[in-house]
Each structure stands twice: as structure tokens, then as C-alpha cells.
């Protein structure tokens, strides 16, 4: 039976009872995305240069990985670089790009031992082709692994995903593939980028900016969403538990009611369409 995780209790539990109280849930979600938003403020409070707050977050990634592993969560994905930042001052954009390079190659072990799958996400031929490679070597050298998928969100946009999508729908039907009476949600999300996996139950975002950020735009459509203040790279493990308990304590209708709803049975000569029923119920004066 599934441990209840009472709000007002969780602060007490150590990180071990938490994990514990959580893993005894069956409403754990299967995908969580985080939008991993703050590490540039986090190095300006402390007079760093921006790429430090990049180096910081590395070990919030690593908290985060271990944490939904010892969860069971079958896919974690983070939005590591969004079209939007090939805006950013080319001097940045390439250390990004190495910082990456070095993060995969200094990683790699540690998640071979953690059992971790590791994805790409996005326009990956517009990236350097170094970092094409470095990425491609990571990828396969944990292909072999069965437990957790680390899908990382690179050159990645929502709505170019949706214009990719689209042009390979356009494809298929032009080539006789597809009839027009055929094209369904389903049909359309093969051309997503990652159509194999699911899409996010739960989507984090640190630092308190209230966007997407074109972030997964299709998939987070019926996903809970939870914006926390705290910077990137002071996310810790706890924070992560405390988010999915969050996020199992929350009731997810997907536009259903309950079935013990607060709607009473309909008397059988009256309809839910009669305007003079509705006056009635909601008293409105003739």
C-alpha cells in the first residue's frame, strides 16, 4: 500500500525516509523534464563569471540523475541548450560547447556504473561537429545499459520540433504513405524528435521564471508543472524528492471528475441543457 506523504509532514522526514516513503508510491511520474534555469545569477551573487555557474550545475545534474534512478523514473530530460541561446555571445556559446564535450567524456563512467541510457534531443547537426561526435561515442558506449534514460535537450526548440514534425507528416502523405484520413496525435508525434519516449508527467523549472521557453511544447501538454525558486545549481537531491512528492500528492483528472465527483444523478425528466434548470440552480431572477 502506498505510503501517504502528508505536506505539512515532509520537512521532518531525512532524505532517507523521504526516498524511502516515496518509492512505496505507484503514482511516481515515468518522465520528468527540467528546465534547468538560473546558473548565470547564481555566479553573478557570487561575482563569478558566467561559465562558473555552468560548472556549478554539473553537480545538480549528477544529484538529479542519481535521484530519479534510486526513484525508478524511467526518463529524465534537461534542457541543456535551446535554440534560443546560439544568441548568446559566441565566446560563451563555444565554451558551452566544450564544457559539454568535457562533461560527457568525465561522465561516462559513472554512468555506466548507474546503468544510465543517455539520449540527444534536437537539431543535433547544427551543433559542432566535435561536439556531434563526443555526443555519438556517449551515446553508444551506454546504448547497453537498461535503467534510467538521461535525454538531453540540445539545439532544442518547441517549435521547431513541431515544424519537423510536420514537414515529415507533409512527407508521408505526398509520398503515398499516409492517406489524409489517417493523420491523428499519434501519426503526428512519429515525427517528433524522440517519438519512443513518453511524454513528461512532471516538469520542473528552478529559479521562479513562470515560462516553457519553448520547451517541449507538444509533449508537456497535460504535464503537472512545478516552478521553484531555487537556482540551478543549488538544486539538491531533497529538492528533487520534495518536487515529486509534490507531484504525487497532486490529483490528475486529465479533465475527468472523480467518480465520487460532487455532481449529484440527474433526475430523469430533467437535462443538463434545460436553461430553466440552470435558473434554477443558480438562482438567477426572471
Given at each position: ?216 511544447l507538444w509533449q508537456l501538454a497535460y ?28 490529483d490528475r483528472r486529465f479533465g475527468k ?30
Amino acid at each position: 500500500m502506498a505510503v501517504s506523504l502528508d505536506p505539512e509532514k515532509l520537512g521532518a522526514l531525512s532524505d532517507g525516509e523521504l526516498l524511502a516513503a516515496l518509492r512505496g508510491h505507484d503514482n511516481l511520474p515515468r518522465h520528468v523534464a527540467i528546465i534547468m534555469d538560473g546558473n548565470g545569477r547564481w555566479a553573478k551573487r557570487r561575482f563569478l563569471p558566467r561559465l562558473a555557474g555552468h560548472r556549478a550545475g554539473r553537480h545538480s545534474v549528477r544529484r538529479c540523475v542519481q535521484a530519479c534512478g534510486k526513484l525508478g523514473v524511467e526518463v529524465l530530460t534537461l534542457y541543456t541548450f535551446s535554440q534560443e541561446n546560439f544568441n548568446r555571445p559566441e565566446a560563451e556559446v563555444k565554451a558551452l560547447w566544450h564544457f559539454l564535450q568535457e562533461t560527457l567524456v568525465a561522465e561516462r563512467d559513472d554512468l555506466m556504473k548507474q546503468n544510465v541510457v543517455l539520449r540527444a534531443t534536437g537539431a543535433l547537426d547544427q551543433l559542432p561537429q566535435k561536439a556531434q561526435d563526443v555526443i555519438a561515442q556517449a551515446v553508444e558506449s551506454l546504448s547497453g545499459n537498461t535503467g534510467l534514460i538521461l535525454n538531453l535537450a540540445l539545439a532544442y526548440g518547441g517549435r521547431q520540433e513541431i515544424v519537423h514534425a510536420a514537414r515529415d507528416l507533409a512527407q508521408r502523405l505526398n509520398s503515398g504513405q499516409l492517406n489524409e484520413a489517417d493523420i491523428t496525435e499519434d501519426e503526428f508525434a512519429k515525427g517528433l524528435y524522440s517519438p519512443e519516449l513518453p511524454d513528461p508527467d512532471f516538469m520542473i523549472r528552478t529559479s521562479g521564471e513562470g515560462r516553457l521557453s519553448n520547451f517541449l511544447l507538444w509533449q508537456l501538454a497535460y504535464a503537472e508543472i512545478l516552478i521553484t525558486p531555487v537556482l540551478w545549481p543549488d538544486f539538491s537531491e531533497r529538492d528533487l524528492l520534495l518536487s515529486v512528492a509534490d507531484y504525487v500528492n497532486r490529483d490528475r483528472r486529465f479533465g475527468k471528475l472523480k467518480a465520487s465527483g460532487t455532481l449529484q444523478a440527474e433526475p430523469a425528466n430533467e437535462s443538463l441543457l434545460d436553461p430553466a434548470r440552470w435558473k434554477r440552480m443558480l438562482r438567477v431572477r426572471p
